[in-house]
């Protein structure tokens, strides 16, 4: 007989707690006041407390707890559309950090939380950065999309160990990184493979202009997008050893974010909304579909999770693998931040940063930031198990607050715009550490071997070590090179 989920994330916890070097189990209350915090924040839990219900007490900013979280409740995390809705950082606020300002390409240790390392480095052009990625003890980061720069830094205290500041050409996506190489388009127009180690372009190839979309990896080939000669735009797939093209198809539009892999196939949601199914090796289109997609799908067995719109609203949805057909949709939600999703090429620079709701399947649970909303769901019915809410993170009407969420051992890390990136429990939703940078964040954080490596609107690139072991796996955008999930 199968464990409980929360059983399996509690004894993950557990497990992470005894094996981490120096984590500290001691600041922060007693495991007795965890209990009754916890206890006070999950819906349905108030009957097992005497007296009348009282507002939940919090936790100092940044403390940390003593072990892992107690269980829920019994079935409570899954009472699907019973859980309760709680203000991210309700719960422990989040420690604002006071960060170094190293000087443009320099970087600068910090010690926060009392204990925890950290460094920030200044990407010396000073630009809005995407994701960046971990390889082989080295942090991989484009200078921006002004920029002709990719940089390598040292993964545990931010020096810059190479730069390639003369690309052919500007506009570096979020790189991807496979067996000591770093691959990545360029706004416009190419694909580059670089050696990991010292910087060296191993080949580049221009594709056409405009190239916004970062490419995946897998099985010997590379997997882009770009224009074609004839004004129309492809998906192609080339040897990552010279570059040679092994196929092409036509697709009716730029992608949203990336490919993305999984078993046999490539999928691809499009700026149009389309969604298309190839097969890797061939090429050979099994199907395409107009259902408005919002964000680069999820691949999960025989299905897809991933969002689209809708009359002015915005939902989560599955889809068949196997046809493309949409099995069942989620509760729909208002969505004023809907303006930032690409629609069509008027704004490259858009289409080059988007991320979008991207929902990530761990351990038979779906985790998803949509607009301001992080909400852990039922893959069978897409009803919640429990959202934080983190629209308060908002500047106003329109503007998504929160993140594409990352998912990396007991819990799922999200960094919202204002600049505090937070780890929830990912049984129960609970803030297990918060830290606020004071800097805007807009890319997806990356996680690696302890390490939180997150990016600012302003060039600058903050790693936090958490303290925690068992985070790790999670190392570009979309967690591996087919932007499929953790590297194994």
Avoid at 130 to 141: E, H, K, L, N, T
Wanted: aromatic residues 8%; charged residues 20%; contains cysteine.
């Amino acid at each position: 007989m199968s464990r409980p989920k929360a059983v399996e994330g509690a004894n993950r916890r557990a497990a992470a707690n005894a094996a981490a070097p120096g984590r500290d189990r001691t600041r922060g209350g007693s495991h007795e006041m965890s209990r009754t915090i916890l206890c006070a924040l999950l819906a349905g839990c108030q009957a097992a407390v005497a007296g009348p219900a009282s507002p939940a007490p919090t936790l100092p900013p940044g403390a940390e707890l003593d072990g892992p979280p107690p269980l829920p409740v019994r079935g409570q995390r899954h009472a699907a559309g019973k859980g309760l809705v709680l203000a991210l950082g309700k719960d422990r606020a989040a420690l604002p950090l006071r960060l170094p300002a190293p000087p443009r390409g320099g970087a600068a240790p910090f010690v926060f939380a009392d204990e925890r390392e950290g460094w920030v480095a200044r990407i010396p052009e000073s630009y809005r950065l995407p994701s960046v990625a971990y390889g082989d003890g080295r942090i991989f980061v484009s200078g921006g999309f002004e920029s002709t720069s990719m940089y390598a830094l040292d993964a545990h205290d931010g020096h810059m160990l190479w730069a390639s500041q003369q690309l052919e050409d500007n506009g570096p996506t979020a790189p991807t990184y496979q067996d000591g190489r770093v691959i990545f388009n360029t706004e416009s127009c190419t694909l580059f493979v670089v050696d990991g180690r010292t910087g060296k372009k191993l080949w580049y190839k221009t594709l056409g202009d405009p190239t916004l979309a970062q490419p995946s990896v897998a099985d010997g080939l590379i997997f882009a997008s770009h224009p074609t000669p004839n004004g129309g735009q492809a998906l192609s797939a080339y040897k990552i050893a010279n570059g040679d093209e092994v196929w092409a198809r036509d697709i009716d539009g730029e992608l949203l974010a990336a490919p993305v892999l999984g078993d046999d196939s490539i999928y691809a949601a499009t700026i149009t909304g389309r969604l298309y199914r190839f097969t890797r090796a061939k090429g050979k289109r099994v199907w395409q579909k107009p259902i408005r997609a919002t964000s680069a799908p999820w691949v999960a067995g025989e299905e897809l999770f991933l969002s689209r719109a809708e009359g002015g609203k915005e939902m989560t949805v599955a889809v068949a693998t196997a046809d493309g057909t949409i099995l069942r949709e989620g509760p729909a939600a208002t969505t004023p931040w809907l303006g930032d999703v690409p629609r069509d090429m008027n704004d490259w620079q858009k289409v080059w940063g988007f991320e979008g709701s991207r929902p990530v399947l761990a351990a038979g649970v779906l985790y998803q930031s949509m607009g301001g909303e992080l909400t852990a769901r039922d893959p069978q019915t897409l009803a919640p198990f429990w959202t934080r809410d983190g629209k308060s993170g908002s500047k106003g009407s329109g503007v998504r607050s929160l993140g594409a969420v990352a998912i990396a051992g007991p819990e799922v890390v999200v960094a919202t715009r204002a600049g505090e990136i937070y780890g929830i429990d990912v049984d129960t939703g609970y803030t297990l550490w918060a830290y606020a940078l004071g800097k805007p964040v807009f890319a997806q954080p990356v996680i690696a071997k302890g390490w939180i490596y997150a990016t600012t609107g302003d060039g600058e690139v903050v790693a936090l070590h958490v303290g925690d072991m068992t985070l790790d796996g999670w190392h570009m955008w979309g967690g591996s090179p087919g932007h499929d999930g953790a590297v194994m």
